[in-house]
């Protein structure tokens, strides 16, 4: 139950006025940080909502398959430049997103992560490389602005941002495809 009390400090943390201003006057941090930190905590707290709630997770979330599906949707969602926008300008949004990403995407993730097979995996480490070297084609070819609270210079930041995460996903796909863990354990 550590790692509940962990995310819930972190969520509490991420939720303070100050932190959100900074997390969110750069493009890149806002995107590469924020968000990814909010899909920590929910990372963190998952465990104890399955404790609590084994039966829900149970039934709902058997094979891993609607979990990372409702992953998936939110983290293209949040993807869209025209989200990251209302995020700033509208509050709902911005309660939205600190809702979604952590109960929506974090702790479905981590709930669907064990259960899925070895070939799911495979298939979210392709489409999530291939998501991101498209968000990033979209970010640094674009030569108008795509987001109206952020600058053209920080918009191609962030397009190279999601160019080496994607390039590291592939690498990390490909070290688990042709390296033999059982030689390192």
Not at 27 to 37: C, G, N, T
Request: hydrophobic share 55%; aromatic share 16%.
């Amino acid at each position: 139950m550590k790692q509940a009390k962990y995310g819930l400090v972190l969520y509490i943390f991420l939720m303070l006025p100050p932190v959100i201003t900074f997390l969110e006057s750069v493009m890149a941090i806002h995107m590469h940080m924020q968000m990814p930190l909010l899909l920590i905590v929910g990372m963190l707290l998952a465990p104890f909502f399955q404790k609590h709630f084994p039966q829900f997770f149970g039934t709902w979330n058997k094979n891993g398959v609607p979990g990372i599906t409702l992953f998936m949707i939110i983290v293209i969602y949040w993807l869209m430049p025209r989200t990251m926008d209302e995020a700033l300008t509208e509050p709902i949004v911005e309660v939205f997103k600190f809702i979604s990403l952590p109960f929506l995407a974090g702790i479905p993730l981590r709930d669907s992560w064990s259960k899925l097979t070895g070939v799911s995996k495979n298939i979210i480490y392709v489409l999530l490389s291939m998501l991101f070297g498209l968000m990033a084609w979209l970010y640094i070819a674009s030569p108008t602005q795509l987001c109206n609270n952020y600058l053209l210079i920080e918009q191609k930041a962030l397009g190279w941002g999601f160019l080496l995460l994607a390039a590291s996903i592939v690498i990390y796909f490909l070290s688990t495809i042709f390296i033999d863990e059982s030689k390192y354990v």
